[in-house]
């Protein structure tokens, strides 16, 4: 049986089924992964997030859970997934269990250096930051790509910068507001929409144009 699959299964209205509040107290804080690896490089380390998730499906009999038990089978480079069937006797009441357990790696990388030019506070302006060291962007609807202007608002910069300050981007850039919790994004027209932050962080206006650009 496929992953998805299974996991789909196990979410299915059962009277069997039982669920439990998360209860999860702890603060948060959102680091960028180019802080992160800069960090990273400095202490001459890299970071490992090995993640565990566990689903669980009860049926009346073996044959209803429709799943074949399988230890440590790899999917990819750095996931593997086991799954089991418990029967009554183990589980101590008439359903059988099925249990799949998700293991998943993910590797962070340190850069070959930190990249100390990127951290303001750093320098105090006393080694500014060379204009080739600035980060490009597409600033038009060809494709064109340069470092933006220092100390300005998009909107009031060069004509260079698109119409009315708009960046493009690769259509991709939208998956993480399509596939992450909390992120949102809506197109009230065909090709026109606003993509919001989590937390009311406010919301960025989006559209696509016939050059398949963001």
């Known amino acids: 049986m496929k992953l998805r699959d299974w996991f789909k299964y196990s979410d299915r209205e059962k009277p069997n089924l039982d669920s439990h509040k998360t209860y999860d107290p702890t603060d948060r ?22 993640v565990t998730a566990d689903r669980f499906a009860n049926a009346a009999t ?8 399988s230890e440590n089978k790899q ?24 249990r799949s357990i998700l293991r998943r790696n993910f590797i962070i990388e340190p850069y070959d250096r930190p990249k100390f030019e990127r951290s303001p506070w750093y320098f105090f302006g006393e080694d500014p930051i060379q204009e080739s060291e600035l980060p490009s962007f597409i600033v038009n609807d060809e494709g064109k790509r340069q470092a933006l ?20 981007f690769r259509p991709e ?23 919001s932050l989590p937390g009311d962080r406010g919301t960025i206006d989006v559209g696509i144009n016939s050059q398949g650009l963001v």
């Open 149 to 168: 202007q220092k100390n300005t608002y998009l909107v009031n910069s060069s004509s260079e910068i698109g119409w009315l300050g708009y960046l493009y």
């Open 75 to 98: 999917i990819d480079e750095l996931t593997w997934i086991s799954t089991n069937i418990h029967t009554p006797d183990f589980t101590k009441h008439s359903s059988f269990r099925g």
């Open 173 to 195: 850039v939208l998956q993480k507001y399509l596939q992450v919790p909390g992120y949102r994004v809506f197109f009230h027209m065909r090709n026109w929409g606003v993509a």
């Open 29 to 50: 804080v959102i680091i960028h992964r180019d802080y992160l690896r800069d960090f990273l490089s400095a202490l001459g380390m890299g970071l490992l997030i090995s």
């Open 62 to 69: 073996e044959e209803e859970l429709e799943i074949e038990p």
